[in-house]
C-alpha cells in the first residue's frame, strides 16, 4: 500500500470517528469532545480555541459556557452604540472571582477567555510568586468605538472583543501596574510576565510593553485576528 492511500485512510477514519463523536455514537469525555460545550473549570487542551469560537455566534452555548465560570453578568442585548460600532452576543462583566475597577462590555468569547485566563492563568501565577490572589484588576476598558491607530481598520474594541489590563492589587493590599512594574527584575516584574504568559495562552492576540510604546502602561488582549503574542 503506497503512503497516500495509507494517508487516504487514515484520513477517512478520523472522520467516521469524529463523525461518530458528533452523533453521540462514540462516547468520549467532554474536554476531549470538540462539541461538547465549553467547561471553564478545565483545564485548557488543545480544543479550547476550538470551542471558544463556536461561542461567537451562539448565545445558548455562549450561558451554558459562563454558567461554568465564577463571572457575575448579564447578557445584554445585541445593539450598535455607535454608529458602525455594532455589538452582539456580549454580556456586561461586573465582577468575578475579583473586583473590577469597572463594570465592561465583552463579546461571549473575550468572556470565556478572561474567565479560563483568570482561574487557569492569573490566579495560579499570583499563589505561586506572592502566596495569595489578586484579589482586584484595574482596566482600563472594552468598548470604544475606533480604528486601529494609524489604520482604517477598526479596533477589536470597537465590537466589545478586547480588554486593556492595567494593574493587580493582591489580596494584602499590594498593588501591581504594568506601567510601573514591568521594566524591574522584582517579584512584580516577573508576575506581570508570567500573567502575559497565561494571557496569551488564553486570548488570540495579547500586546505588551513590548510591543509598543502606545501599550506601554497596559496588556491589550482580544479575540480577533488570528494569533500574536508580543
Known amino acids: 500500500m503506497t503512503f497516500g492511500r495509507l494517508f487516504l485512510l487514515l484520513l477517512v477514519a478520523l472522520a467516521g470517528f469524529a463523525y461518530a463523536v458528533w452523533r453521540g455514537h462514540v462516547d468520549v469525555p467532554a474536554k476531549w469532545n470538540p462539541w461538547a460545550p465549553l467547561d471553564i473549570r478545565e483545564a485548557p487542551n488543545l480544543l479550547t480555541s476550538f470551542k471558544l469560537q463556536r461561542l461567537q455566534q451562539d448565545r445558548a452555548l455562549c450561558e451554558q459556557a459562563l454558567r461554568t465560570s465564577v463571572l457575575n453578568y448579564v447578557a445584554v442585548p445585541d445593539s450598535t452604540p455607535q454608529p458602525g460600532c455594532p455589538v452582539e452576543n456580549a454580556v456586561r462583566i461586573s465582577g468575578s472571582g475579583v473586583q473590577f475597577s469597572g463594570a465592561f462590555l465583552a463579546t461571549c468569547p473575550l468572556a470565556a477567555a478572561y474567565a479560563m485566563f483568570e482561574r487557569h492563568g492569573l490566579q495560579p501565577a499570583a499563589q505561586r510568586i506572592f502566596g495569595q490572589p489578586v484579589a482586584r484588576i484595574d482596566h482600563f476598558g472594552s468598548f470604544a468605538c475606533r480604528n486601529i491607530a494609524r489604520s482604517n481598520r477598526r479596533s477589536q474594541h470597537a465590537s466589545a472583543n478586547a480588554l486593556d489590563l492595567a494593574g493587580f492589587r493582591l489580596k494584602d493590599g ?46 491589550h488582549v482580544d479575540m480577533g485576528g488570528f494569533g500574536m503574542c508580543r
Open 174 to 219: 499590594t498593588r501591581i501596574t504594568v506601567a510601573r512594574d514591568w521594566k524591574g527584575d522584582d517579584d512584580k516584574a516577573r508576575f506581570l510576565r508570567e500573567v502575559k504568559a497565561a494571557a496569551c495562552d488564553a486570548f488570540k492576540i495579547t500586546l505588551s510593553p513590548e510591543y509598543n510604546a502606545a501599550h506601554h502602561d497596559h496588556f
